[in-house]
Every structure is written in structure tokens, then in C-alpha cells.
């Protein structure tokens, strides 16, 4: 049984059968060791679907749309199953997830051209 110490994107799968996808991280009871929960960050549903051809489509939403929280724990009773996500999943996910790339312009003082940095 392997355990996560650092942040890993993981599929959690809860008690009413959501697939939560998220970047997670153990919580555990210091005297104990036992795991009493997970800390979630940017968390997504995760559902899918099954075109004609038989392809696999993946979208998510958000956890709960009733809070601008983006990082809290969850209990591990309410857990039945962690999951290793499929590389196409934790792909999109940190597509959705990661800080949108930003272009700064700097502009040079001959009136030239501006020149365009992208950061990321």
C-alpha cells in the first residue's frame, strides 16, 4: 500500500460513487498515524462518457459551486477508493487547474517594435 505524503494528483472516489479528482495530500492523526482524511486542493468531479465510436470523454466541474474555496480536507471515512488517474486525465486537470500563461510586453525606448516574453 503506498501512501501520499506530498501533493499527487489522485482520483478519490467517495461514498455516493463521485470520482473526485485532485491534487491530495494525507491527513493524519499525529498520535496515531491513523488517516482520518485528505487535503484537497482545486478539486474537480470528474465524469465521462462513451461516444459512438466507443471514445472515452472527460469533463469536470467544480467540487461545490456554492463555495469559492479552492483547498480544504475531507474526510476519510467518506473515501472508498484512491485511484492512480489515467496521464490523459491528469493532463487535462492540470490544463484546467495550472495559471494561465501571461505575455508581458516591454516596450524599449527607440520606439521600436515592441518585444513579446512569454512567462510560464
Known amino acids: 500500500m503506498s501512501f501520499i505524503n506530498q501533493m499527487a494528483v489522485k482520483v478519490l472516489v467517495n461514498s ?29 468531479i470528474g465524469s ?38 489515467r496521464q490523459d486525465v ?3 486537470y492540470n490544463k484546467l487547474t495550472a495559471p494561465p500563461t501571461t505575455e508581458i510586453t516591454e516596450v524599449t525606448t527607440d520606439e521600436a517594435e515592441p518585444a513579446t516574453t512569454e512567462v510560464g
Open 48 to 85: 465521462y462518457s462513451r461516444d459512438e465510436g466507443g471514445n472515452i470523454n472527460v469533463s469536470f466541474a467544480p467540487f461545490c459551486i456554492m463555495s469559492d474555496e479552492n483547498e480544504f480536507s475531507y474526510r476519510a471515512n467518506d473515501v472508498v477508493a484512491i485511484l492512480e488517474p
Open 90 to 92: 491528469i493532463d487535462s
Open 16 to 44: 455516493i460513487g463521485q470520482h473526485i479528482v485532485a491534487d491530495t495530500k494525507q491527513v493524519e492523526n499525529k498520535e496515531s498515524k491513523e488517516i482520518v482524511g485528505y487535503w484537497l486542493k482545486d478539486p474537480r
